[in-house]
T-cell receptor
């Protein structure tokens, strides 16, 4: 798989359910970030997890990172219709300069 | 909440013409970036800029591209002679500390259409 590859590509759930999205990557990283994008709009930063962290929470978001498997997951609990968007993981590689490599994204639809 | 502002939101240009995409990063941010997203494809890194110089650029960022911070508030991306394949959404981003918790703040993008 390519750097920052998410799965599934599309996810449709009922409001109130939890949404789990996965990301795999290939190279060593400084950190991994998750972004959200509403149709035709910019990317909104959700959460950053560093390579020495295993889990992080922010509101209804929970991110895990397993550097041995080179994978991350984003869990959105108690989803709302307003969570409908595309979600991207982005890896920031080890090395001097920060630059993000994005995956293709996951389209999440939350049905009211 | 502070925003990254990009202008114009849409730009249509003829092939071979020069375009300048403008961005106003968040005022206390020191790191600036341009990314692009061709329709249906991934968001791709173009260039990073810190301390008034390019930190890193991708292979996409060839001699046709340049960036400038002309006046301490604006951050511009110039494409000298546009090609059809330059059609994409261009995102500017800034960060106070890109490897700290806040990550990057992205603008809403400029949709460039080359005809």
């Amino acid at each position: 798989s390519q750097q920052g590859e998410e799965d599934p590509q599309a996810l449709s759930i009922q409001e109130g359910e939890n949404a789990t999205m996965n990301c795999s990557y290939k190279t060593s990283i400084n950190n991994l970030q998750w972004y959200r994008q509403n149709s035709g709009r910019g990317l909104v930063h959700l959460i950053l997890i560093r390579s020495n962290e295993r889990e992080k929470h922010s509101g209804r978001l929970r991110v895990t990172l397993d550097t041995s498997k080179k994978s991350s997951s984003l869990l959105i609990t108690a989803s709302r219709a307003a969570d409908t968007a595309s979600y991207f993981c982005a890896t920031d590689p080890s090395g001097a300069n920060s630059k993000l490599t994005f995956g293709k994204g996951i389209t999440l639809s939350v049905r009211p | 909440e502070p925003e990254v502002t990009q202008t114009p939101s849409h730009q249509v240009t003829q092939m071979g013409q020069e375009v300048i995409l403008r961005c106003v990063p968040i005022s206390n941010h020191l790191y600036f970036y341009w990314y692009r997203q061709i329709l249906g494809q991934k968001v791709e890194f173009l260039v990073s800029f810190y301390n008034n110089e390019i930190s890193e650029k991708s292979e996409i960022f060839d001699d046709q591209f340049s960036v400038e911070r002309p006046d301490g508030s604006n951050f511009t991306l110039k494409i000298r002679s546009t090609k059809l394949e330059d059609s994409a959404m261009y995102f500017c981003a800034s960060s106070e500390a890109p490897r700290q918790g806040g990550g990057y703040t992205f603008g809403s993008g400029t949709r460039l259409t080359v005809v």
